[in-house]
């Protein structure tokens, strides 16, 4: 079997990816946004893998792997690795976890940050008291045991409030086009401003008491003194991480040193990790115990191979896991599915990529009802990552630049 062709496309608000093989098996995954990004750099990786055999997927991806690095830079890598692991799997005629060692759980523990958020009872949060509403309505209307909020940087609301209200004693107001990068400037807070997000983290537990476990995003942008006096100052909500305190989300290092810092004056969980590519860069934050959880994003981190690998290496050091993936679409939660059924008991639960628009569950073919009840996902066991797209309903949604995509 050789690959022949890499295709990209956009449906709905999801990037794809297609690995055309001459044997007529194809692999498919989703790449966490960048429309553009995605698609003025799969031509670059397509001539690198034509003529391949898509089932030597260690072999593959060592002719690309090296040319990817920090978010964003790593998402067609990574993407590619996860629809390899679709060929060989189908080729094999077994679902992928069995490639990867087998299953340990028959069902994995997913965690939410965004879910149907127009059935919430506010879509549009404005407070802390309104966020734990919603965190206790996912929990009645899906069961999520696990639900991940922002605050700090990680809001828009909390860097109007530092432009406006003094939080923080320099702001970074953004201006377009630099969207992604909005919440990756910080300062030193203002009395004003750690005090309000002490009291945020404290009035949403109140709220939801200790009917669901809570997360919280946080950054980046915070210094590391700041972070250390917040992460302290929430100690008696034992909530179940702060994430991307200091680093995080768009920027292209992790400071171990400092999360290190952190994590061994408080008893709060730290966590940080999505824009992290390749073990070799999670090395020293595994190796240092910088953080308790970890957090890689297989479409960002060099894929499942690599974050089963990386989910190994952190149990070893008692470094707990819980990995991202939001954005990533219907194919991004198989192939987690696929991975995180495999991991060893440091895993928690990974973050539940929901399809949008909801019309993309009838565009694919392969998932069993009631896959996702009660916060958990049944593993199911067709062969590759599990999902396949009807391609005659698939089709009517393809933008006119991309009808070649099923072709």
């Known amino acids: 079997m050789k690959i022949t062709d890499l295709k990209s496309a956009v449906i709905g608000t999801n990037v794809c990816l297609r690995v055309v093989t001459d044997k007529g098996i194809d692999g498919y995954a989703q790449v966490e946004e960048h429309k553009e990004f995605v698609n003025t750099t799969v031509p670059y990786y397509r001539d690198m893998i034509v003529g391949c055999d898509p089932t030597n997927v260690e072999g593959v991806m060592r002719r690309i792997r090296r040319l990817g690095a920090f978010k964003p830079w790593g998402k067609v890598v990574s993407s590619i690795e996860m629809a390899l692991w679709d060929i060989a799997g ?81 702001s970074y107001p953004v201006q377009p086009p630099v969207q992604y990068m909005e ?74 040193q400092v999360y290190r810092d952190i994590t061994n004056n408080t008893i709060t969980n730290i966590h940080t990790g999505e824009q992290v590519y390749l073990r070799q860069n999670y090395r020293e934050l595994i190796e240092t115990q910088a953080v308790n959880v970890i957090g890689p994003d297989p479409a960002d981190v060099g894929g499942i191979a690599e974050l089963k690998w990386i989910a190994e290496y952190a149990n070893l050091h008692g470094i707990m896991m819980a990995p991202h993936g939001v954005f990533d679409g219907v194919f991004g939660m198989a192939a987690l599915t696929q991975v995180s059924c495999t991991m060893p008991q440091n895993y928690i639960a990974y973050e539940y990529p929901e399809g949008h628009p909801e019309w993309w569950y009838d565009i694919v073919e392969g998932l069993p009802d009631g896959f996702f009840k009660d916060g958990h996902v049944t593993v199911w066991d067709r062969p590759g990552i599990g999902v396949e797209f009807n391609v005659n309903k698939a089709e009517k949604y393809l933008r006119p630049e991309d009808k070649d995509f099923f072709r």
């Open 90 to 170: 189908k080729e094999a005629g077994v679902p992928v976890y069995k490639l990867l060692g087998g299953k340990v759980r028959d069902k994995v523990r997913v965690y939410c940050t965004l879910y149907s958020p127009e059935k919430l009872p506010y879509p549009q949060a404005k407070n802390a008291k309104e966020r734990g509403e919603n965190i206790l309505a996912l929990n009645e209307m899906a069961g999520f045991t696990i639900v991940k909020t922002p605050t700090a940087f990680h809001t828009p609301e909390f860097r109007r409030l530092a432009e406006e209200e003094g939080f923080a004693y320099n």
């Open 183 to 256: 919440n990756a400037n910080g300062s030193m807070l203002t009395d004003k401003g750690l005090n309000y997000l002490i009291d945020y983290v404290h009035t949403i537990k109140e709220v939801v008491g200790d009917k669901v476990g809570i997360a919280f995003d946080c950054g980046p942008g915070l210094t590391a003194m700041d972070a250390l006096k917040f992460a302290k100052g929430v100690e008696d909500c034992n909530v179940m991480w702060l994430e991307d305190l200091v680093t995080g989300d768009y920027t292209p290092y992790s400071l171990a």
